[in-house]
Structure formats: structure tokens, C-alpha cells
């Protein structure tokens, strides 16, 4: 059974950049695609950006431009927070859900396609 779990989370000044982390263990059979979400202070889980076969990822507008996903190795992604803003302050969650190996990933955004989750990393963004 997978797991994933987060780190690289902390305080940023605005304007400032920020590197999370996501890696995955457990036994797997397949390949894993892998996603950022987050959760912000009142605010319902949005998707952040997610691995997407074929044309590298997929973001939210809010964050295109100014947020980059990777996928280090089979297992881990990172997501390097720059030019960050106030609104970026939230629970950052990294997802995860195994395909077979010649399966592609879609890129999705929502929470619905992913089925393994992290406990989370907060980032506080100050002024």
C-alpha cells in the first residue's frame, strides 16, 4: 500500500519562494501519478498542479506563472513556490494514485482522482 508524505513547508515572506517535497513508499505494482493540492484558512481544497503524461503538468490558474511541479524520480514530486502571495497560505497536500504502467497520467486537478493523500505541510505566507 502506498503512502505519500510532505515536507518543505514553512514561513515566507511575500514575493519569497518555497520548495515542497512529496515522496512516496509502500509496494506498488504501477507507476504513480502525483498531485499538489491545498486548503487554505475558510477555503475549500483547490488543485494546485498535478504530473500530466504527454505535456509535462498541469496548474491552476492562480498559481500558472508562478508555480513549477516536478517529478524528481518515480516516487517523489517537488513543488517550488515562487512569487508567492498572501492568498498562497494554506495546507499544502500531496495525492497520489497508482495506474498501470502503460497508463498515462491526466493531469487532473480534482480531488476525486487521486486516492491516496499526505497529512499535509503548512505554508504561511507574512507581509
Known amino acids: 500500500q502506498v503512502q505519500v508524505v510532505e515536507s518543505g513547508g514553512g514561513s515566507v515572506q511575500s514575493g519569497g519562494s518555497l520548495t515542497l517535497s512529496c515522496e512516496a513508499s509502500g509496494s506498488s505494482i504501477g507507476r504513480l501519478c502525483m498531485a499538489w493540492f491545498r486548503q487554505g484558512p475558510e477555503k475549500e481544497r483547490e488543485g494546485v498542479a498535478a504530473i500530466a503524461s504527454g505535456v509535462g503538468a498541469t496548474y491552476a490558474d492562480s498559481v500558472k506563472g508562478r508555480f513549477t511541479i516536478s517529478q524528481d524520480n518515480a516516487k517523489k514530486v517537488s513543488l517550488q513556490l515562487s512569487s508567492v502571495k498572501a492568498e498562497d497560505t494554506a495546507m499544502y497536500y500531496c495525492?497520489?494514485?497508482?495506474?498501470?504502467?502503460?497508463?498515462?497520467?491526466?493531469?487532473?486537478?480534482?480531488?476525486?482522482?487521486?486516492?491516496?493523500w499526505g497529512q499535509g505541510t503548512q505554508v504561511t505566507v507574512s507581509s
Open positions: 495525492a497520489a494514485r497508482e495506474v498501470g504502467w502503460l497508463a498515462i497520467c491526466s493531469g487532473s486537478l480534482r480531488g476525486n482522482a487521486y486516492d491516496t
